[in-house]
T-cell receptor
Framework: KQEVTQIPAALSVPEGENLVLNCSFT??????LQWFRQDPGKGLTSLLL?????REQTSGRLNASLDKSSGRSTLYIAASQPGDSATYLC?????????FGQGTRLTINP | NAGVMQNPRHLVRRRGQEARLRCSPM?????VYWYRQLPEEGLKFMVY????????ESGMPKERFSAEFPKEGPSILRIQQVVRGDSAAYFC??????????????FGAGTRLSVL
């Protein structure tokens, strides 16, 4: 059974810092891994999707890496801004369903 | 091309009533997934449907919950005799299951169910 763990559960940093969010999964047989952003009371915004054959994806200040063999992914946020404050969810996809982590609640302090 | 549409966005029910949540997939998508997010928890898979077929309902509670995806019209998640513990955000996702994007799921904005 696939299990996804995100560390830390919560993170608070001052504006401008670079930061790393971690995601680990127990079964390396995945099709892809996706990072989402969720604002309080809102839906999911897809940030980056890494196919199983890829090692990383970049979008603006965001960079996500995937090491399938070790069951790990990281989301790197450069030059953080208060608008980055949200919960970040990692999800891995097997044959059909997505399995989500519990999320990292990120607060960027001005 | 409109995204995944869920309605209503917010639904309030009293204990014992029925809740019906609707999901219209993206155009051309024939596969629908339902996920539930309980307060302060991550999203959990509930059910995966194709048109007129339930493919995987391993995440569905055994009682009171049912889902369908008819040949015509939206997918429906139905909760009978709701209890306070059913209060959650229910998200729907769809995928084409063919082509380069076949494994990618696109999410709707969710329906927030509150049971009084």
């Amino acid at each position: 059974k696939q299990e996804v763990t995100q560390i830390p559960a919560a993170l608070s940093v001052p504006e401008g810092e670079n930061l790393v969010l971690n995601c680990s999964f127990t079964d390396s047989a995945i099709y892809n891994l996706q990072w989402f952003r969720q604002d309080p009371g809102k839906g999911l915004t897809s940030l980056l999707l890494i196919q199983s054959s890829q090692r990383e994806q970049t979008s603006g200040r965001l960079n996500a890496s995937l090491d399938k063999s070790s069951g790990r992914s990281t989301l790197y946020i450069a030059a953080s801004q208060p608008g980055d404050s949200a919960t970040y969810l990692c999800a891995v996809q097997g044959a059909q369903k997505l399995v989500f982590g519990q999320g990292t609640r990120l607060t960027i302090n001005p | 091309n409109a995204g995944v549409m869920q309605n209503p966005r917010h639904l309030v029910r009293r204990r014992g009533q029925e809740a019906r949540l609707r999901c219209s997939p993206m155009k051309g998508h024939s596969h629908v997934y339902w996920y539930r997010q309980l307060p302060e928890e991550g999203l959990k898979f509930m059910v995966y449907l194709q048109k007129e077929n339930i493919i995987d309902e391993s995440g569905m509670p055994k009682e009171r919950f049912s889902a369908e995806f008819p040949k015509e019209g939206p997918s429906i998640l139905r909760i009978q005799q709701v209890v306070r513990g059913d209060s959650a955000a229910y998200f729907c996702a769809s995928s084409p299951r063919t082509g380069l994007a076949k494994n990618i799921q696109y999410f709707g904005a969710g329906t927030r169910l509150s049971v009084l």
